[in-house]
């Protein structure tokens, strides 16, 4: 599975990127706004930063204005990613932007229906938003598993199951056993993911042995 950081927190981005296993990012307008930055500088930053796919949402609702913001968007840098809502006018752009050798993340999905519509689109990610589910009282986890199976049905559906909302440890287990191609996890989830208290506990009692040993490596 691939991980791609949820994130317009450029610090938070780089800190974690030294580890040298981030394959890309995702962000959103709530996001961007979030960084109190313009948009092009906090996207041209990022890119600079990560080399894989870095999501960028277009804001406008109409087919035309959605194409003339992809191409603003693109234009930051080689490795920008549409991102586009599900919605119909999002789908069209989808499919036409797919058509120009765009790469696209459909967004706001939330049912199995959804990313059949923007696999036929073309589009490159389809971003489940499981922790949103979750909030309403229904299975997240599910739904990745649903689109796994419905895409595995199909060979021509290229598009990557990309799981998107991801609110906890547990959320990053079960979106692997389901099979998603890829988690987009914030960096608060992410420094849970390597923690654990009997690593912490293990790791004290090594090093008091070793101390006692009076050895030196
Ligand atoms: C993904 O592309 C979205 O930016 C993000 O995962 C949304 O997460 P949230 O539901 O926690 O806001």
Redo the contacts with the bound molecule.
């Keep these: 599975m691939k991980i791609f950081l949820?994130s317009t927190n450029i610090e938070e981005i780089r800190e974690i990127n030294k580890l040298g296993i981030i394959d890309g990012i995702?962000?959103?307008p709530?996001?961007i706004a979030k960084s109190g930055k313009g948009f092009n500088q906090i996207l041209k930053s990022i890119c600079k930063e990560v080399k894989g796919p870095v999501?960028a949402e277009v804001t406008a609702e109409s087919f035309e204005n959605m194409l003339s913001e992809a191409k603003i968007l693109s234009k930051i840098s080689k490795n920008i990613v549409i991102?586009l809502p599900l919605t119909f006018n999002g789908l069209k752009a989808c499919k036409h932007l797919t058509k120009k050798n765009y790469k696209t993340?459909v967004?706001l999905c939330f049912t199995v229906p959804q990313a059949i519509l923007a696999a036929k689109a073309g589009a490159t990610y389809i971003?489940p938003?499981i922790?949103?589910l979750d909030d309403i009282g229904q299975n997240g986890v599910n739904l990745i598993r649903d689109i796994k199976k419905v895409f595995s049905n199909y060979t021509n559906f290229k598009t990557k199951i990309?799981a998107?909302?991801?609110?906890s440890i547990e959320h990053v287990t079960e979106v692997a056993k389901a099979g998603a191609d890829i988690s987009?996890i914030?960096p608060k989830i992410f420094h849970q993911l390597y923690k654990h208290e009997l690593t912490d506990k293990g790791l004290k009692i090594f090093l008091e042995d070793w101390e006692k040993s009076k050895q030196k490596i």
């Design positions: 949820d995702t962000t959103n709530s996001l999501s991102k993340n967004t971003s938003f922790g949103r990309l998107a909302s991801v609110r987009t914030p």
